[in-house]
């Protein structure tokens, strides 16, 4: 298994996925496309962890998101706990690797037998069906098409918006949208707000693309001269 590379021109990272699985490797795939490089971890042909990082990281840490598996677009987490363990968390993780992973320059690929990832700890390490991996995936590039037609550009930095428009006399905020306000502040991006509140990359596109449709957000050199409004805070119901 160790001789399994080759360049993503002539594969497409799902395809590989797939035949590791099918396969029932053990061990690490690399990939570099571009600036980007990621690993995917798979056991039996399962894939137990990703990332594009250079080091693991932790689920641990990773279950400390800002974002839980069943929030919705606003961040809301009608549940409040984490499942034991946190198995969507983990694919969430798994499938925006793949994603990030999967378009772009040209790359190449090299599977690497016997290597498993570090990041479960003394926990007991979680494994995916590749379909599941891929199926996630594809759901969240989904969200992200969704999404795009709103920010196209992940790099693009916003605002809070200092005048609404014209005719509008004040805007209720509710308490989730808060803290998405607050790491914009005087500027930043997606990948900036992501950073800020500990968020996964496509959560926080979700919650700024919702505030840059309800107008509270401009882009950094777009922003108009209108009348001024009262902004409320309105708190979540216990």
């Known amino acids: 298994m160790d001789a399994l590379q080759g360049d993503l021109d002539s594969f497409s990272l799902a395809d590989v996925v797939r035949l590791l699985a099918t396969a029932g490797g053990t061990g690490v795939l690399r990939i570099e496309r571009g600036a980007m490089t990621g690993r995917v971890f798979f056991v039996d042909g399962c894939l137990t962890y990703a990332t594009t990082r250079d080091g693991d990281g932790s689920v641990a840490a990773l279950a400390r998101l800002g974002t ?3 929030r919705d677009r606003r ?4 549940g409040g ?6 198995r969507p968390i983990i694919l969430q993780q798994i499938s925006e690797v793949l994603i990030r ?39 969240r590039r989904a969200e992200w098409a969704k999404i795009v037609q709103i920010v196209p550009d ?24 808060w803290p998405i306000l607050a790491a914009i502040g005087g500027g930043a991006s997606i990948q900036e707000v ?3 509140l500990n968020l996964f990359e496509l959560s926080a ?8 449709g309800r107008g509270l957000i401009v882009r950094e050199h777009g922003t108009d001269s209108v009348p001024s409004v009262l902004v409320h805070v309105e708190s979540e119901p216990a």
């Open 101 to 139: 992973l999967a378009h772009g320059s040209s790359g190449r690929f090299w599977f690497v037998e016997g290597v498993v990832t570090r990041a479960y700890g003394a926990e007991e390490v979680q494994r995916f069906e590749a379909e599941e991996a891929l199926d996630a995936a594809s759901a």
């Open 194 to 196: 992501a950073e800020r």
């Open 81 to 86: 706990r984490w499942p034991d363990p946190a």
């Open 154 to 177: 992940t790099s693009i930095r916003f605002v809070v918006r200092p005048r609404l428009a014209a005719g509008v006399s004040e805007v209720v905020v509710d308490a989730d949208a």
């Open 75 to 78: 961040g809301r987490n009608p």
């Open 205 to 212: 596109a979700g919650l700024v693309a919702d505030l840059y």
């Open 68 to 70: 839980g598996p069943e």
